[in-house]
């Protein structure tokens, strides 16, 4: 990305490094956000390794219900109140949601201000840190309002993926076979090789996901930075999976085990309109089951709800509808070439499935 590229740490023990700090604090004004999960695990060796800074610090509510505009307000109170200036710099420790939130308040703050990623779940370490996208939740769609503002620096410590629940781990393992599916077949097989070892929190096969995964994700966003193109095919499952978070209600299913049962219903699309072989979606459905993660959507909304939700989606070009498809596992399109009514059906039978139980 030119004169906006960034460094990636990944490895165990980094938050408490000095050295990983240093080069990239460049004021002497510092403020770290977290929420009211993370902050009592991680804060304290955050502000020993900031030593010598003049350090802040607000604490959010845990939780995507809160990533909206109300709370991020209270980052904006903590800089005003303090007079932080043009030199400070955002510390966000935390998951996609700190991370988007603390991203978006230093794109906006003073028309832009530097930040720094310190992602401690896994599926901010291996997809929303990186990347520059930031942003709040509107109750009318997902991420809508938002901008790009790359940071400065992603400080991954593995060491954070020991205290995450089952379930989160989950939910960043879905992001890690998204990049199987639409660009690195042979990632893939070596996710389905080493499923048990990522499982067990092996941090040997933590470290090689997450890297592998960021040099994906590096690579299509170097090629695409504020996704005019293909940088959408990152979003394979989002669709879909925005919708159910919406419809659900956010906070019900998280971001990961929606984009789960998203892109299991973009694998199936997929061989309904002949693109993509039954082998294939067996493939995909059974990797993620294998990761606990739900690969049938929720039954509770209808067709029209489904058809609603994602329509409000920042794929959607000249009122079409484009989605991100699959032609064979690593090989995914961006596309708004697909007969509505096979997507209407698809949607017919989880609606019925749900009218029937």
Known sequence: MGERSYPILIGPGLLAQPACWQPHVRGRQVLVVSNDTVAPLYLEAVEAALAG??????????????????????????????????????????????????????????????????????????????????????????????????????????????????RELAAGLAEVVKYGLIRDPAFFDWLEAHREHLLARDADALAEAIERSCRNKAAVVAADEREAGQRALLNLGHTFGH?????????????????????????????????????????ARALLA?????????????????????????????????????????????????????LRALLADIAGAGAGA
């Open 53 to 166: 800074f003049d350090l802040h610090r607000v604490i959010l509510p845990d939780g995507e219900q809160y990533k909206d505009l109300d709370t991020l307000n209270r980052i904006f109170d903590a800089l005003l109140e303090a007079r932080l200036g043009r030199d400070v710099i955002l510390v966000a420790l935390g998951g996609g949601v700190v991370g988007d939130m603390a991203g978006f308040a230093a794109a906006c703050y003073q028309r832009g201000v530097a930040f720094i990623q310190v992602p401690t779940t896994l599926l901010a370490q291996v997809d929303s840190s990186v990347g520059g996208k930031t942003g709040v939740n509107h109750p009318l769609g997902k991420n809508m309002i938002g901008a790009f503002h790359q940071p400065r620096a992603v400080i991954a410590d593995t060491d954070t993926l020991r205290t995450l629940p089952e």
């Open 243 to 283: 919708a159910i978070e919406a419809g659900m209600g956010y906070g019900v299913w998280l971001h990961g085990e929606a984009v789960a049962a998203g892109m299991v219903l973009a694998a199936e699309l997929s061989a309904r309109l002949g693109w993509l072989d039954a082998a294939d979606v067996s493939r």
């Open 290 to 342: 294998g990761f606990g993660l739900p690969v049938d959507p929720p039954a509770a909304l209808s067709v029209e709800r489904w058809l609603a939700l994602m329509a409000v989606d920042k794929k959607v070009q000249g009122g079409r509808l484009r989605l991100v498809l699959l032609h064979g596992i690593g090989r995914a399109v961006v596309t708004a070439d697909f007969d509505p009514a096979v």
